[in-house]
């Protein structure tokens, strides 16, 4: 799918935005400009990661996902609960609660995506054996980093490791289970994951790596909170219910969850778009050559800070800790050792499409005009007063003389190039006044 028209969860209520710069100021994409008096969003800068809504006090920036209705358009629905799921109830001593909710409140059946996360976990390890790929492997797991990576840091493309993000693998592996157990055709089987963010919403509609998404909708955990929370209070389940992830998998859910699963030694996790950012910039410049394996999430804490999660991450992150170490007790089988050599052949693992680099940066398609474009561009941002105040409705200074180049907006203004631009009208006047009087 071309990059420029892809689909975007992230979308701007209109009717609530006052034209404040907090968004804009916190882009990581600078994909925000504040013209007439509202924001708006440059689609093809705009990677979903969801920090403006994180971050806008009048909550004029959304996250469409597909309701709960949705599953009924299919004969059956399987939910995709993201391991991020069980952190939203405090002190959840078993997974089973919320999978037999799950049924609860219309689906048929739930495969829990930790399964998937346990069956990647495996095919990374395996892809880190390889001595001829790129050190540092970097993670695909976070939609949000991958568009990021495509946009400022596309010389990084080729260290993204080549495997299927869990939910990719669980809803493929949740149909086939299904199918079989129920003896259904799989176009009867909606399959539905439900997310902490926008992103997994965006990835779903327009995959990175796969031609189609194996998933047919994104639910979001906000919308289902209410009706689950009654339910896992009960703290029922059923053999059906039985949770069957391993504590790694489940251990996803949160900042270094990955790492510490796949390459305990010589990783790093990093949570937080800006935090990523840092450390994106570090391994684009060399300077983590020792690095084997780095785990990159958009939102602090990992998954379970999602902004479309409702427990404190923190709080959440906890509740993963602890739910972790409890079925580290009952099996402490690793997913290297766990999970099916032969489940490994029979499922598609790896991408089928390439991860392309996102243009949004470059200043024209032909690169005689973007050298003259970038030339005045220079010569604009060196007049410019450097403040990255965003008054002008530009993110930075570098960014206003990128839009003035580009048409969109002119030297004016910037308040403080009016300002003087005021003073300095000003004085001719007094000047001419004073001439006049002698």
């Not at 358009?73 to 089973?96: C, E, I, T, W």
């Not at 300077?287 to 394996?293: A, E, I, Q």
């Not at 991408?351 to 970038?374: F, G, H, R, T, Y």
């Not at 003035?404 to 006044?433: F, N, P, S, T």
């Amino acid at each position: 799918m071309d990059i420029n028209t892809r689909y975007h969860s992230v979308r701007l209520d209109k009717g609530r935005c006052k034209g404040c710069t907090n968004c804009l100021l916190h882009c990581p994409t600078e994909a925000i400009r504040v013209r007439n008096g509202r924001a708006h969003i440059i689609d093809n800068k705009c990677i979903d990661c969801g920090e403006c809504i994180r971050i806008c006090d009048y909550h004029a920036k959304v996250a469409v996902t597909d309701s709960l209705e949705t599953i009924h358009g299919f004969k059956y629905a399987v939910a995709l609960p993201a391991p991020s799921l069980y952190g939203q109830f405090r002190n959840l001593k078993d997974p089973a609660y919320v999978i037999w909710a799950l049924r609860q409140i219309g689906f048929d059946d739930v495969f829990e995506v930790a399964r998937g996360a346990d069956i990647v976990t495996r095919a990374i390890h395996e892809k880190l054996r390889d001595p001829m790929l790129p050190r540092p492997l970097i993670s695909s797991a976070c939609p949000a980093v991958v568009r990021l990576i495509q946009v400022r840091f596309p010389d990084l493309i080729p260290h993204i490791v080549d495997v299927r993000q869990p939910m990719e693998v669980a809803a493929h592996l949740a149909r086939i289970e299904f199918c079989k157990k129920k003896g259904c055709e799989p176009d009867d089987v909606g399959v539905f994951f439900i997310t902490p963010c926008p992103a997994k919403m965006t990835a779903v509609r327009s995959p990175i790596g796969q031609q189609k998404s194996d998933v047919d909708g994104a639910i979001s955990m906000l919308e289902i909170y209410g009706k689950l929370r009654s339910l896992v209070s009960r703290k029922q389940a059923d053999e059906e219910s039985r949770p069957s992830a391993t504590a790694w998998g489940v251990g996803w859910a949160q900042s270094s969850g990955e790492a510490t699963a796949v390459c305990p030694e010589n990783s790093l996790a990093v949570d937080g778009i800006h935090n990523c950012i840092r450390v994106l910039e570090e391994i684009e410049n060399n300077k983590l050559n020792d690095l084997v394996f780095f785990e990159g999430n958009a939102c602090t804490g990992g998954c379970v800070g999602g902004p479309l999660t409702f427990e404190n991450n923190f709080v959440a992150k906890n509740t993963i800790r602890k739910l972790s170490d409890e079925l580290r007790e009952k099996n402490s089988v690793h997913p290297v050792n766990s999970v099916p050599a032969n489940l490994m052949s029979r499922i598609p693992l790896y991408n089928d499409a390439p991860i392309a680099e996102n243009p949004a940066l470059s200043l024209d398609d032909d690169m005689e005009v973007a050298m003259q474009k970038m030339e005045r561009m220079n010569k604009i941002a060196a007049s410019l007063p450097g403040y990255d105040c965003g008054s002008c409705g530009s993110p930075t200074c570098r960014s206003f003389a990128e839009d003035i180049v580009q048409g969109y907006c002119g030297e004016m203004d910037c308040i403080h190039k009016l300002r003087e631009q005021l003073k300095i009208m000003a004085q001719q006047m007094v000047d001419l006044a004073q001439t006049r009087r002698e």
